[in-house]
């Protein structure tokens, strides 16, 4: 047809070879990367060095907050910096926290240092708490899913310092799962410390990012705004999946944890077990009742998991350090079909659900799909449209190129 209307054959070849390289190129960046040059925030130090001289810090970090091999409080203090306080979110500020443990004020053991717990007796900082700050420095690396309890943290330490006029600054760092969104919008009469705000199970954002939303959205009390900055990454974008250099809890030691953790943790939620007291929990699931191929026993583990859920007994499961995270890195979304499937393996009953799953999922509609048998297509087809319209609202806030 373009040859009827005038234009030479020649122009036509090089218009398709053009449009076939084009279309390659634009699939090429789509493809996962794993780039070995990023620079996290905290590895910046002159973006943010001379905002700190002179003013009296709180730290919110945790043993992911390291620049290089030296934790980001040691760094401070060998520039000179005052740290005048630090806080520390689950699991503790040196790691010896379990997960879901109360941990209590203390001092540092390495510098003396006042630590302010906020995952104890209080989720969130007084104004006694912060008195004599005058700037809130935030470093924690997340993992990007709504239960990992950092961003709620992020969101109390916001809301502090909003109250209090003190600017925050983020050191960003990038989120391993932040190549995808996925999951249903957690309901209003879900709200809890593992689901703050209305978002996906996977919300795709950095921790910056994420600081960014809390603000723009008015999710602070009285939809008030901290003063907010965010030192970003170098050398990230999402579709970086970033194998992260320090393990961000106890029980995500590597990056198939990393990568499995979103949809394996809705185990949490029932009678089935996902590895918790194993070198490799958040890779495998089992029960002593389960059909599969792969036998683990949950022990004791301290800083880890003490008294694991089925300690003891020997679980039979299914290892997903290969085909379960080619299949979440492919598929890019969450996966229900494990959970389905180990469901039905011991034997349909409502009581292979806890409590603590609806508080998870952030619903009870996809439990009750479960225990009617839809299959994981029809339940994820329910929540697609929400996906859609939370990814337009996180366009505002993204300071790194998109996976879209």
């Known amino acids: 047809m373009l040859e009827k209307r005038g234009i030479p054959g020649f122009i036509v070849l090089f218009l398709l070879v053009v449009s076939i ?30 905002l700190l001289d002179g003013k009296s810090i709180g730290l919110v970090g945790n043993p992911s907050s390291m620049i290089g091999d030296t934790h980001l409080l040691d760094s401070l203090l060998s520039l000179g910096i005052n740290v005048h306080k630090v806080f520390c979110p689950e699991h503790g500020f040196r790691g010896k926290g379990e997960a879901g443990e109360k941990l ?20 969130n900082a007084s104004p006694e708490d912060v008195e004599g700050i005058d700037l809130i420095l935030f470093d924690i690396q997340d993992v990007g899913a709504r239960f990992y309890t950092y961003i709620s943290t992020l969101h109390f330490v916001m809301e502090a310092a909003a109250q209090l006029s003190i ?21 209003d009469e879900f709200v809890s410390f593992v689901g703050l705000h209305p978002i996906p199970v996977v919300h795709g954002m950095t921790i910056g990012e994420y600081g960014k939303m809390i603000n723009g959205e008015g999710w ?58 194993t070198s490799i929990p958040f890779q495998v699931f089992g029960h002593p009742d389960i059909d599969g191929d792969f036998y683990f026993r949950p022990v004791s583990t301290p800083g880890a998991s003490l008294h694991p859920k089925l300690e003891g007994e020997l679980c039979r499961g299914f290892d997903l350090r290969s085909v379960g995270v080619e299949r979440v890195l492919d598929e890019r979304g969450l996966i229900l079909d494990w959970i389905i499937m180990s469901f039905r393996d011991l034997g349909s009953k409502p009581e292979f659900f806890t409590s603590y799953f609806d508080k998870l999922i952030g619903n009870s509609w996809v439990r009750e799909d479960i225990i009617n048998g839809l299959p994981s297509e029809t339940i994820r087809a329910k929540w697609a449209d929400d996906v859609n319209r939370f990814k337009e609202t996180r366009r505002k806030y993204l300071l790194y190129p998109d996976f879209e």
């Open 21 to 50: 390289f084009t279309t390659r190129a634009l699939f090429a960046q789509k493809e996962l990367r794993n780039p070995d040059n990023i620079i996290c925030g905290a590895e910046r130090t002159g973006e943010y060095i001379s």
């Open 104 to 123: 209590f004020d203390h001092k540092d053991p390495v510098t003396g240092i006042d630590v302010v717990s906020l995952y104890g007796k209080k989720m």
């Open 167 to 187: 600017p925050i600054i983020i050191l960003d760092r990038p989120n391993p799962n932040g190549f995808y969104v996925d999951g249903p919008i957690r309901e």
């Open 220 to 277: 602070l009390e009285n939809a008030a705004e901290c003063e907010l900055t965010v030192i970003p990454c170098l050398n990230y974008d999402h579709l970086c999946t970033y194998s992260l250099p320090v393990k961000p809890s106890p029980n995500l030691p590597n990056k198939e944890s990393v990568f499995l953790y979103p949809s394996l943790c809705f185990f949490e939620g029932t009678i089935a077990s996902i590895g918790r007291g």
